[in-house]
């Protein structure tokens, strides 16, 4: 699912055997955004509405920033690095 190989990005050679698998780098960066991104939303929700603002409606914000952020950046880390190539995928799964 990478572009980088239709973008001209990608070599098509294969990472050491050291560097992290795909899905384990989707999920710390997933993680790490998701939790920056609710943070922010938080933040931007209390900016918003000023003395207006209530817990569940400053959770709904939290919550939709963090799940955006979290899902955006593991969509861009699927999509544009080089571990999640198809052969370096391949690799992995076959080491099993």
């Not at 998701?34 to 207006?52: E, K, N, Q, S």
């Not at 952020?69 to 992995?92: D, H, K, W």
């Amino acid at each position: 699912m990478a572009l980088r190989r239709l973008l001209g990005w990608s070599d098509g050679e294969l990472m050491r055997s050291d560097a992290k698998p795909c899905s384990r780098l989707m999920k710390q960066t997933a993680g790490v955004f998701g939790v920056g991104g609710g943070m922010a939303f938080w933040v931007l929700c209390r900016l918003h509405y000023g003395p207006r603002i209530t817990v569940p409606r400053s959770f709904r914000w939290a919550a939709c920033g963090a799940i955006s952020m979290g899902s955006t950046t593991a969509l861009l880390v699927r999509l544009f690095s080089a571990q999640c190539e198809p052969q370096n995928i391949a690799v992995y799964d076959k080491g099993k």
